[in-house]
């Protein structure tokens, strides 16, 4: 059993930037694979990025990819997704996911274990 705990999101203007963490407890953390996700008022879940158990191989959607960057560190038990250059788009409530696999699960029927979620607002 995995336990996700999310900190960071808030209110930004566009262009700032923000860092999501999400700290897990129980254990193997580094046997799991991680991803984030998010939801904007009216509309479905939506794949943000995700990372492989060691942390060597990310990949993220279009729509963040160059400004988001998720990394994980086995030794603190946490993955963290740092957003720059954000932009109004990029409103919506932000979860964290965790699955025990060697993949990159890109889908959030594939992940066993969710965060709570977080608010981030990007004004214009």
């Known amino acids: 059993q995995v336990q996700l705990v999310q900190s960071g999101g808030g209110l930004v203007q566009a262009g700032d930037s923000l860092r999501l963490s999400c700290a897990a407890s129980?254990?193997?953390?580094?046997?799991?694979?991680m991803g984030w996700f998010r939801q904007a008022p009216g509309k479905e879940r939506e794949f943000v990025a995700t990372?492989?158990?060691?942390?060597?191989?990310?990949y993220c959607a279009d729509s963040v990819k160059g400004r988001f960057t998720i990394s994980k560190d086995n030794a603190k038990n946490t993955v963290y997704l740092q957003m720059n250059s954000l932009k109004p788009e990029d409103t919506a409530v932000y979860h964290c996911a965790a699955v025990l696999a060697l993949t990159l699960p890109t889908t959030a029927r594939e992940y066993d274990y969710w965060g709570q979620g977080t608010q981030v607002t990007v004004s214009s």
């Open positions: 990372i492989n158990w060691s942390g060597g191989s990310t």
């Open positions: 129980g254990r193997a953390f580094s046997s799991y694979a």
